[in-house]
């Protein structure tokens, strides 16, 4: 194995490191803020992908443009998923500095209470809640100022749209009150209940990443190196201790850098699991069946992968929403000018303007079920992407929900020996029949919502699915022909103190061996409420101090 000295705006430390974080992703890049903070550790970061100074990473509503791109994007897709009749669904992975915060829908939630302090009594002790809660404010700057639990010294901004929001978010506000769900001013605070305006992660109309936040503003430290291009290919072990990182770096596969202290994996839901099993780490079945010697076996390593489902219902309106604003030609240099002049309108935003979270049924004792509200309507086009500038040609919205505690499981396993083979994701869906029941309770409530007057009115046709699907047995049938995913994989490492069935201890560090840890999505032992960016960063942050603590 031979050793690389990269010259220009990445030029080499030297061949080794204190920790080396593999994946600039969400959590990555706080890591390396973090680690390096000090200037007493050599940090490598090594990310797959490339730049993140790209036009459609940085205007809001161009998430839509990298949802197949692919130099910014992985681009998934499933096996073929039994619950959902078979078919593929598209799991889009950020492929880019930032990772996915670079290429989603910006909407930050933190999750609920209830799912922090189910991880601690899972047996992770410190992720209760209140223990996780100075992380969430170390990392905001929540432009709506301090109140209650925020913070306003952080990296992270968090913008509150209310402001700026399209007019139909106000008419699905007074059928959500109607309905029963009272205005929630911010799903961050003291309860997660109730409609309102979902807070975004820009500044100034253009997006904020965890690279944006975290990295871009350190790139100068001389303790800091970023190799860009750099998939890991496999983590090097002495005995049991994790001493290296071998990668691929433009077509040269036999690039090696070393780490003193810890290797630390953040490449995501998918691909951590799968470095882990491409270098030796997980079930021993399934690595000697591809050629791959067992260092230790860990039979939850890619396992208890977690997702959330949603299923959308499409209107047809007679008032005017953001398909006559962003599908005629005319109007785009107008958009554009305005974006460019003011950093203001369309473009500056998400299309997920609105939604809130309610109870299914009033015996349970939290919400479990988002809610989503999208002032546009659009088709999806296969395999999944998202043609935002090119909405239907009619005024139209649509309403969706997922449900916030799927009980499903799925799994990510290698299909080769070879790391540039993508792994196989089965998410499982509706593998479990009460996600399917909930479901279609979260539809019917969508159904309610339209048959309030504030959108009763203005509603001249539900196209999708349509109300010939009434029955029980015909709305569960559309679920299983429609639903797709939210993008929130996460589970695949996950946290708990028995390696039977977990991969990290509550502090991080990989069961078995030494000097391996896991902070990113893959931790979560239970998927949380909501949007899972924010606490993918949380667990960056407090991945970080983890580290620094028992180096202390």
Not at 122 to 132: E, F, H, M, R, S
Not at 237 to 246: T, Y
Request: net charge positive.
């Amino acid at each position: 194995m031979r050793y690389v000295t990269l010259a220009g705006t990445e030029e080499a430390l030297g061949v080794d490191a204190d920790y080396i974080i593999i994946g600039g992703g969400s959590a990555g890049c706080v890591l390396a803020n973090r680690l390096s903070a000090d200037g007493r550790h050599r940090v490598v970061l090594l990310e797959a992908g490339g730049s993140d100074l790209h036009p459609w990473t940085q205007i809001p509503i161009a998430y839509g443009k990298c949802f197949y791109h692919p130099r910014l994007n992985w681009r998934y897709e499933s096996a073929p998923v039994p619950g959902l009749d078979d078919r593929t669904i598209y799991c889009p992975r950020g492929k880019v500095l930032g990772g996915s915060s670079a290429i989603n829908a910006m909407v930050f939630i933190r999750g609920q209470r209830e799912d922090y302090d189910g991880w601690r009594d899972l047996g992770n002790a410190g992720w209760g809640y209140d223990d996780v809660l100075p992380y969430f404010q170390r990392l905001e700057r929540d432009e709506a100022g301090p109140v209650s639990s925020h913070a306003e010294g952080g990296p992270l901004t968090i913008t509150e749209i209310s402001g700026s929001a399209h007019p139909l978010c106000t008419d699905f506000l007074a059928a959500a009150a109607s309905a029963g769900l009272s205005f929630n001013p911010d799903f961050n605070d003291a309860t997660q209940e109730g409609a309102g305006f979902y807070r975004i992660t820009t500044r100034r109309g253009l997006r904020v990443s965890s690279a944006t936040a975290y990295l871009r503003p350190v790139l100068s430290r001389p303790n800091l190196q970023v190799i860009r291009q750099a998939l890991a290919t496999r983590i090097v072990f002495e005995g049991n201790r994790a001493v290296a990182v071998d990668y691929s770096r433009g077509g040269d596969r036999s690039l090696r850098v070393h780490a003193r202290r810890e290797v630390v994996v953040a490449a995501g839901a998918v691909n951590s699991p799968q470095l882990l099993q491409l270098s030796g780490i997980g079930d021993p079945a399934l690595l000697q069946r591809h050629g791959i010697a067992v260092l230790h076996a860990a039979p939850a390593v890619g396992e208890n992968l977690q997702d959330h489902l949603c299923i959308d219902y499409l209107y047809k309106s007679r008032k005017a929403s953001l398909n006559e604003t962003l599908r005629p030609l005319w109007r785009r240099p107008l958009l554009a000018a305005q974006y460019l002049l003011t950093r203001s309108g369309p473009l500056s935003l998400s299309v997920n303007q609105a939604g809130g979270f309610f109870r299914t049924r009033q015996d349970l004792q939290r919400p479990d079920m988002q809610l989503y509200f999208s002032a546009l309507s659009y088709t999806r086009a296969s395999p999944g992407k998202r043609q935002l500038m090119r909405p239907d040609p009619f005024p139209g919205f649509l309403l969706s929900v997922s449900n916030c505690h799927p009980l499903s499981r799925g799994h990510i396993r290698i299909q080769a020996a070879d790391p540039f083979k993508p792994p196989i994701i089965q998410p499982n869906y509706l593998a479990d029949d009460r996600d399917l029941s909930e479901l279609v309770l979260g539809a019917r409530f969508i159904r309610r919502l339209a048959a309030q007057p504030a959108l009763a009115e203005i509603i001249a046709e539900e196209f999708r699915p349509g109300i010939e699907v009434m029955s029980e047995a015909e709305m569960r049938a559309d679920i299983r022909k429609r639903a797709t995913s939210v993008f929130h994989l996460s589970g695949t490492c996950a946290m708990g103190p028995d390696p039977r069935n977990a991969v990290v201890d509550p502090r991080l560090r990989v069961h078995g061996v030494q000097g391996l840890r896991i902070v990113d999505a893959s931790i979560f032992p239970r998927l949380v409420s909501g949007n899972t960016n924010a606490p993918t960063m949380m667990i960056g942050e407090k991945g970080a101090d983890l580290i620094l603590s028992d180096l202390r």
